[in-house]
C-alpha cells in the first residue's frame, strides 16, 4: 500500500528520531568520546547505521529547513498590516519603515527582500519581528525564534549539528500553534498515530516514550530493519 504525503512525513519524523538513538548507542557515543551506554554491534550492522543516520538525518533537516522559511515568509506578509510602529511615528506601513530606517538603518529595499527572502537576510527578518510590537495572533518574539534558527543554521558544519538545529526547530511553537503547522509538517500536530486505541499527535508520542523500539510500528523497513535486532539492548532510563 502506497503511503500519502502525511503518512511519508510521519515516517521520516520516526525514522529521524530513531536512527539517532540507534547511531548513538551503536557507536556514536564512542565516536565523540564516550564509553557509558553503547550497544556492541558488528562492525558491518555499525557501518549500515551510521550510513543510515547520516542520509536521513541530512534529508530530513533539508525538509525542516525548507519548511521554517516557507513559514517566516507566510508570516512576514502580515508585518505591514499587524506589526505597530513606536509611539512618535505615523501608524500603518509607512511608520513602520520610518522607524526601521532611523533605527536601524534599514531602506525600504532591505525590508523588502528580508521579507521575501528570510533565509538569505535572516538578521533583518528578525529584527522585523522582534524590534516592534506585533498584535497578538501574528509575529512577534515567537516568530523571532524562528528567524533566530535560520542565523544559527548558518554556523551548522556537521551532521550532528543539523540534528541539534532540526531538534529544536521541532520544538518551536508561534501564537497559534507549531512553527511549521503552516507546511506539511502541520501533520506531526495532527492525531495521526494510533496508539493503544487512543489517536496522539506524533509529537506528543514522540516526547512522552522511552525506548525508540516504540517507534518501530512508524519506522519505515529500512530503519524497523536496523533497530530491530539490538531491540532487546536498547534499554532506557
Known amino acids: 500500500m502506497r503511503l500519502t504525503d502525511k503518512q511519508k512525513l510521519i515516517t521520516e519524523f520516526f525514522d529521524f528520531y530513531s536512527i539517532n538513538e540507534l547511531y548513538l548507542r551503536c557507536g556514536g557515543f564512542r ?6 551506554y553503547s550497544v556492541f554491534v558488528s562492525a558491518r550492522a555499525e557501518e ?8 536521513i538525518v541530512n ?19 502580515h508585518f505591514n498590516s499587524n506589526a505597530y510602529s513606536p509611539v512618535g511615528y505615523s501608524f500603518g506601513a509607512y ?11 534599514l531602506t525600504d529595499e532591505a525590508i523588502t527582500l528580508a521579507r521575501k527572502l528570510p533565509d ?31 542565523i544559527d543554521s548558518k554556523d551548522i558544519k556537521t551532521t550532528e549539528d543539523k540534528l ?19 507546511t506539511m509538517f502541520k501533520a506531526l500536530s495532527d492525531k495521526a ?22 517507534f518501530i510500528p512508524f519506522n519505515s523497513p529500512r530503519v524497523a530493519k536496523l533497530v530491530i535486532p539490538q531491540k532487546n539492548k536498547l534499554t532506557f532510563a
Request: net charge positive; proline share 2%.
Open 193 to 214: 498515530v494510533n496508539i493503544d486505541g487512543h489517536n496522539r499527535t506524533p509529537l506528543s508520542f514522540r516526547a512522552g516514550v522511552r525506548s525508540i523500539t516504540r
Open 31 to 36: 565516536d565523540i568520546g564516550y564509553k557509558e
Open 95 to 105: 511608520g513602520l519603515y520610518k522607524f526601521y530606517k532611523e533605527k536601524y538603518g
Open 59 to 77: 534529508g530530513f533537516y533539508a525538509k525542516v529547513y525548507a519548511a521554517l522559511v516557507k513559514s517566516v515568509t507566510s508570516e512576514l506578509k
Open 164 to 182: 541539534f538545529w532540526t531538534d529544536q526547530v521541532l520544538d518551536l511553537y508561534h501564537n497559534n500553534g507549531h512553527m511549521l503547522n503552516k
Open 120 to 150: 538569505v537576510y535572516p538578521e533583518i527578518a528578525h529584527l522585523l519581528f522582534d524590534g516592534v510590537k506585533w498584535s497578538s495572533d501574528y509575529g512577534g518574539k515567537k516568530w523571532a525564534k524562528g528567524t533566530q534558527a535560520l
Open 48 to 55: 549500515k547505521i551510521k550510513a543510515a543516520y547520516e542520509e
